[in-house]
């Protein structure tokens, strides 16, 4: 006697995906195109020293830091240093620019004194050490790495017009009665033979990190 055929079991029509679901495969499948595409780049660049310029030699100089002391070009030998131009009453640009200076302290905490850090004051008539200690603490600057300067207002304009070729130029006062002092910017880096090897945009955080990387590199081969 013949058995009789199992029912067909029917088959079930494919579920459409749902566009949410479509969506997260295709983002999942850009992702990871696109991971080679920014981690190889990243790699290849962590890997090739950086970029570095010789824009010449510091002059000698004496001046007068944050605690009294002399201040001269032998603070910047054997370390590398990375520079900046505030004064205390700017109520603009310098607090940023110092707030800036200090994560890049922060940052660089690992290498302690082979980096190491100067801001000079281009209101030098009232920026006294007084005044600059003070600003300091503001921003917790550690005394170890972190300098303050001041000075004659002939010597420190000298230095930093012509040794850092930068500007200090006063164009009056504001409302407020704080000085306008047109003034730089940026980061200069300083290597431990007191040449100059790049200047970097304080405002751009990839030159900020440029800048890191390349003190570090030139504390990492200077040993």
Not at 98 to 113: H, R
Not at 175 to 192: N, Q, R, T
Request: glycine share 6%; proline share 8%.
């Amino acid at each position: 006697m013949q058995e009789p055929l199992s029912p067909i079991t029917p088959i079930e029509p494919a579920r459409p995906r749902s566009g949410k679901r479509v969506l997260l495969v295709m983002l999942a499948i850009v992702v990871l195109g696109a991971i080679p595409a920014v981690v190889i780049p990243m790699m290849w660049q962590r890997g090739k020293p950086p970029k570095l310029v010789d824009m010449g030699a510091l002059p000698s100089f004496r001046l007068t830091d944050e605690r009294g002391h002399v201040f001269t070009e032998d603070a910047f030998r054997h370390q590398q240093t990375i520079v900046g131009f505030v004064f205390t009453r700017c109520d603009t640009i310098c607090p940023v620019t110092s707030m800036k200076m200090q994560n890049v302290q922060d940052q660089t905490f690992d290498v302690g004194k082979k980096v190491k850090l100067v801001s000079f004051s281009v209101d030098p008539e009232y920026d006294t050490p007084e005044r600059l200690t003070a600003y300091a603490q503001r921003f917790k600057a550690d005394p170890e790495r972190w300098r303050f300067v001041t000075g004659p207002k002939t010597q420190v304009t000298q230095l930093v017009e012509s040794g850092f070729m930068a500007s200090m130029q006063r164009e009056g006062d504001r409302p407020s009665g704080v000085p306008d002092i047109a003034h730089a910017a940026y980061f200069l880096l300083v290597d431990g033979e007191l040449h100059i090897r790049g200047r970097y945009d304080s405002n751009d955080v990839n030159e900020i990190a440029q800048m890191m990387r390349a003190a570090r590199y030139l504390a990492r081969i200077s040993n």
